[in-house]
């Protein structure tokens, strides 16, 4: 079954679904001829969305649900309830990220389907590159998630629930004693209850780590993660003090769309050489 979700132009969706394809745990995820699909826990048991981009609405696909009991998540996952005017007009006149935010008016920032599945990943993303943290998290897949008794194309598990996560061995975990501590510790939280707003609270999730759960998971559209990598090879680039606090000072001219200067910023940080 379909719908189609309605987004305001312009819309950059093929610049989204490349983000989330460049971060897709195998099992779980996949980009196929420029469709997004994914598996995820609907009321009434697992179901697989695919979603893809036209100038100014989404085609939602829906196997295993009705499309409306997922439509609130994948509206927030493409973000198609951006105002680019208002956007453009913060962003617009800006000496660094103005240039920028023309050529590229349509970009948007994407959410998440799965609040504890993204804090679970935005753990296993620290300090590595995007390659190792999708194989972590497809590790985890494989030893945890529940199979799909009807898979599409390569999405054929549900990423882990936090409980089960929560229960593993911590000498299983290919990663740093201490990020292995931080991912189990996240997981039972997550599994007891704690609210995402209150994760910053736990051993090991820092400042990085938290802003990136509150942009994706939480729907805010102005964090900005001063002392990212990707922000300060950009800025630099751009010829513009990279240091995070001149960064994050550099960045109250953004507000309150810091997010989507960030996603400018990691675009011109992604064109760089390694």
Known sequence: MSARLETRAPFDGAALVAHLGARAVPGVEEVVAGRYRRSLRAPGGPAVIELESAADHVRLTVRGAEPGVVVARCRALFDLDAEPAAIAAVLGGDPVVG?????????????????????????????????????LAGRLVTALGERLSEPVGAVTRLFPEPAAIAGLDPVRLAMPRARARTLLGLAAALADGLPLAELAELPGIGPWTAGYIAM?????????????????????RLGADSRPRAAALSAERWRPYRAYAMHHLWDVASALPR
């Open 99 to 135: 240039p920028l935010a023309a050529v590229a008016p349509g970009r948007r920032v994407p959410g998440a389907v799965d609040g504890a599945e993204l804090a679970v990943r935005a753990v296993l993303g620290q300090q590595v590159s995007l390659r190792a943290a999708a194989t």
């Open 216 to 236: 994706r998971a939480l729907g805010d559209r102005d964090a900005f993660l001063a002392g990212d990598l990707g922000v300060r090879r950009a800025l630099e």
